[in-house]
C-alpha cells in the first residue's frame, strides 16, 4: 500500500486549501459489474481527515454503496492519515465482498488530466482516446442554491456521440454545482468509468469533489 503514503502525503499541504478529494484506489469487479472509488482529503477549514469510499453499479450508473468518514483530529501527519484510511477501508471488507471489490482491477486507463484550481470555463471539453471521444458540456440547470451566486450546472457526457449521461435535474449533492472538468477513465473488460470533477463553493475557493459515470461498452 505504498501508494496509499505517496498520495496521501501531498493531502497533509492542503489542509487549508478547497476540498479537493484525491483518488487513493479505484477499479473495477472481475465480473466488471461495480466500480470501486476511494479518496481522501483534508476538509478546508476544519484541517479534519476525511474519506469516501463509493461503489456504483456499471450498468445503471447509479451508485449502489457510499460512505464517508472523518477523523475529527485537527493535525494528522502524512503516515499517520495513510494508516488512517487504509484501516478504515478494511473495516468495509465486508460490503467490498459483496460486491467483489476486495481486490478491484485497476484496468486500462484511458486519459489522464491534471487538477486545475479556481472554477473551470463552461465551453465544452473533448478529450481523444482509444476508445473514443469524450465530450463534457455543461448545462444550465436551476436548482435553489443559497450559497452562491453562480450560474447552477448539470452536465452531458458522451463518447463517441454515444450519451453516458444527461442531467435534467441536480440532485442534493450537485445542488450548487457551476463547473465540471475531465480527469480521467478507465475501462476493464465491457465496464467504463469517468471521473469527473465537480466544482461548488468552499471555504476557500471551489470544492473539486469526483462524479463517477459509468457504462457498459459494446
Known sequence: MKRFLVLLAAL?????????????????????HYHL???????DGSGFAAAALQ??????NAVAYRLQHTWKQETVSAARLSSLVKTWRGG??????????T?????????????QP??????????????????????PLHSGCRVSERPTLGLALTLGGRELQRD???PASRACASGYRLETAYRSKSALAVIVRVYSPGFEGPDATPLVVTAELK
Do not use: E
Open 12 to 32: 497533509c499541504g492542503l489542509a487549508h486549501a478547497a476540498d479537493s478529494p484525491h483518488i487513493v484506489q479505484q477499479g473495477f469487479s472481475r465480473d466488471a
Open 37 to 43: 472509488l476511494l479518496t481522501a482529503w483534508i476538509q
Open 55 to 60: 461503489i456504483t453499479d456499471v450498468r445503471r
Open 92 to 101: 468495509q471488507l465486508k460490503v467490498l465482498k459483496r460486491y467483489g471489490l
Open 103 to 115: 481486490a478491484p482491477m485497476p484496468g486500462q486507463r484511458l486519459f489522464n488530466a491534471a487538477l
Open 118 to 139: 479556481g472554477y473551470p470555463s463552461t465551453a465544452p471539453i473533448s478529450t481523444l482516446t482509444k476508445a473514443g471521444t469524450f465530450t463534457l458540456v455543461s448545462l
Open 168 to 170: 435534467t435535474r441536480l
